[in-house]
């Protein structure tokens, strides 16, 4: 099979390492970026013949179609504004099209394309990352342990294994992404009915074992993504909250709260400002990047099995891979991709069309497609 990547950052260098050292189906790959001197370091860094680097502009729906033209499947690590017209891209092409999401309204146009899909014959599946992505097909997988099942509580997080001052947290991907999941509002199940919480709310504190200090999580924007309305009148409860070290969520809402991430303009010695643009840049120039990482991620399923209460938990701890130089954030977000990427172009999933994945990827063969990565789910009953 042939692969395409969109996107030689973190995550397309990430995505292009999992389709060489870990997948032997894979024939040829294809990394393309708006930068060819990206795209060709990809290559070079990837280390194998078998990647070949092109220039592409994504933003341009003509030389996006052009690029897909060819191959089993299409790996977008851009940016989640370019997906809607990507998808439309893949389904006139007929390649199979999944992306690392980032945008409620963005999937919606997505999935709206669904008939479309069908009718090409091939899957279109947003937000395939970590979360949204891994962590929805893990629901799925969970769910499937319970007669009935009651609540999901999912909780995820990326941290620097040494956490510096102020905010105890490094950059892993866009600044902005950042900034949208800590503005904008959650959408959870709360009594049966699908609610919107705001943000950096509902703090508590947990505990990971390998973890000496406990942390805490709070609400964030996007990581339920398509979840709530999957399992709507299935469920009574479900959230999702982000991880950080103890202290991070007050710390940055104040900033929020003082109007930094604003995105109204505002005049400054007769110039134009955004306070969102300027703090961003902020953030870029002095929280650091790069270094080495944890991904945490827990969910947790309580409901009845065999007429009996039970709570189960699914615990990741992953790390920087000391051997490949990937980092956990690059593990647990492009390697998903790639599995599931993958499993599209095989015709290993359960519908066609543009399709949620808890919906489309059988849990079972995903997990088993994790291990073999040594991305570990420590199962347990709580």
Same mark, same amino acid.
């Given at each position: 099979?042939?692969?395409?990547?969109?996107? /030689?950052?973190?995550?397309?260098?990430?995505?292009?390492?999992?389709?060489?050292? !870990?997948?032997?189906?894979?024939?040829?790959?294809?990394?393309?970026?708006?930068?060819?001197?990206?795209?060709?370091?990809?290559?070079?860094?990837?280390?194998?013949?078998?990647?070949?680097?092109?220039?592409?502009?994504? *933003?341009?729906?003509?030389?996006?179609?052009? %690029? %897909?033209?060819?191959?089993?499947?299409?790996?977008?690590?851009? =940016?989640?504004?370019? !997906?809607?017209?990507?998808?439309?891209?893949?389904?006139? @092409?007929?390649?199979?099209?999944?992306?690392?999401?980032?945008?409620?309204?963005?999937?919606?146009?997505?999935?709206?394309?669904?008939?479309?899909?069908?009718?090409?014959?091939? =899957? +279109? +599946?947003?937000?395939?990352?970590?979360?949204? *992505?891994?962590?929805?097909?893990?629901? %799925?997988?969970?769910?499937?342990?319970?007669?009935?099942?009651?609540?999901?509580? +999912?909780?995820?997080?990326?941290?620097?294994?040494?956490?510096?001052?102020?905010? *105890?947290?490094?950059?892993?991907?866009?600044?902005?992404?950042?900034?949208?999941?800590?503005?904008?509002?959650?959408?959870?199940?709360?009594?049966?009915?699908?609610?919107?919480?705001?943000?950096?709310?509902?703090?508590?504190?947990?505990?990971?074992?390998?973890?000496?200090?406990?942390?805490?999580?709070?609400?964030?924007?996007?990581?339920?993504?398509?979840?709530?309305?999957?399992?709507?009148?299935?469920?009574?409860?479900?959230?999702?909250?982000?991880?950080?070290?103890?202290?991070?969520?007050?710390?940055?809402?104040?900033?929020? $709260?003082?109007?930094?991430?604003?995105?109204?303009?505002?005049?400054?010695?007769?110039?134009?400002?955004?306070?969102?643009?300027?703090? /961003? $840049?902020?953030?870029?120039?002095?929280?650091?990047?790069?270094?080495?990482?944890?991904?945490?991620?827990?969910?947790?399923?309580?409901?009845?099995?065999?007429?009996?209460?039970?709570?189960?938990?699914?615990?990741?701890?992953?790390?920087? $891979?000391?051997?490949?130089?990937?980092?956990?954030?690059?593990? @647990?977000?492009?390697?998903?991709?790639?599995?599931?990427?993958?499993?599209?172009?095989?015709?290993?999933?359960?519908?066609?069309?543009?399709?949620?994945?808890?919906?489309?990827?059988?849990?079972?063969?995903?997990?088993?497609?994790?291990?073999?990565?040594?991305?570990?789910?420590?199962?347990?009953?709580?």
């Amino acid at each position: 099979m042939k692969i395409l990547v969109l996107g /030689a950052g973190r995550m397309g260098y990430g995505a292009a390492f999992d389709l060489v050292h !870990n997948s032997p189906d894979v024939e040829r790959i294809t990394v393309a970026d708006f930068d060819l001197k990206k795209a060709e370091d990809v290559a070079s860094r990837v280390g194998t013949d078998r990647v070949e680097a092109r220039q592409v502009d994504t *933003g341009n729906y003509a030389d996006s179609v052009e %690029m %897909m033209r060819g191959h089993d499947a299409v790996i977008s690590c851009v =940016n989640y504004w370019y !997906n809607e017209h990507l998808s439309r891209a893949a389904i006139e @092409t007929k390649a199979n099209f999944c992306d690392l999401g980032g945008n409620n309204y963005v999937v919606d146009k997505q999935l709206a394309l669904d008939a479309k899909a069908k009718a090409a014959g091939i =899957n +279109i +599946i947003p937000d395939c990352g970590l979360a949204p *992505g891994m962590v929805s097909v893990l629901a %799925m997988h969970g769910a499937a342990k319970f007669d009935q099942l009651d609540e999901l509580h +999912i909780r995820v997080g990326g941290l620097p294994q040494d956490p510096q001052p102020p905010l *105890g947290y490094q950059l892993v991907f866009s600044v902005e992404g950042l900034i949208n999941e800590y503005i904008e509002t959650a959408r959870v199940i709360r009594s049966g009915e699908i609610k919107e919480v705001e943000s950096m709310t509902e703090l508590e504190i947990l505990s990971f074992k390998e973890f000496a200090e406990p942390l805490e999580a709070f609400q964030t924007s996007g990581g339920t993504s398509t979840l709530p309305d999957t399992f709507l009148g299935k469920v009574k409860e479900l959230d999702y909250k982000t991880i950080r070290y103890a202290g991070h969520c007050d710390k940055f809402k104040a900033m929020i $709260d003082l109007g930094l991430c604003s995105s109204d303009e505002m005049v400054h010695e007769k110039r134009k400002i955004t306070p969102r643009r300027v703090f /961003a $840049d902020l953030l870029e120039k002095h929280l650091p990047a790069d270094g080495p990482d944890y991904v945490l991620v827990r969910l947790e399923f309580v409901g009845t099995k065999d007429g009996k209460a039970n709570r189960l938990r699914y615990d990741i701890v992953d790390k920087q $891979d000391e051997s490949t130089g990937l980092s956990a954030m690059m593990r @647990t977000t492009a390697f998903p991709a790639s599995i599931i990427a993958q499993m599209m172009a095989k015709g290993d999933v359960l519908e066609k069309g543009a399709t949620p994945q808890e919906k489309a990827i059988h849990p079972d063969r995903f997990v088993a497609e994790l291990e073999r990565r040594n991305i570990s789910i420590s199962i347990c009953e709580v």
